[in-house]
């Protein structure tokens, strides 16, 4: 489980990038480079990290289902997720 610090760090990131995205497109078409830098460095969706919406885990992220593969495992395992099962051979 990753640092509450960490994940609230992160949720900011994301509510900034919504918030200046409109912002951001606008100067980047008008090609005003300086204003685009007066912006906040957390409003630039390149800051944003994939991270498991349950633990907060930044590695091993399965985008499909948007958790890491430890989560997905135990999910599918718990018979969670539909449709899915441990593959045997």
Not at 19 to 38: F, H, S
């Amino acid at each position: 489980m990753a640092k509450k610090s960490v994940t609230a760090r992160q949720h900011k990131r994301e509510r900034m990038v919504e918030q200046y995205a409109a912002k951001r497109e606008e100067l980047k078409k008008a090609g005003n480079w300086a204003a685009l830098d007066e912006l906040p460095k957390n409003s630039s969706p390149v800051r944003l990290k994939n991270r498991c919406q349950l633990t907060g885990r930044p590695k091993g992220y399965v985008r499909y289902f948007g958790i890491s593969r430890v989560a997905l495992r135990d999910m599918a395992l718990n018979g969670k997720i539909p449709g899915l099962k441990k593959a045997s051979w």
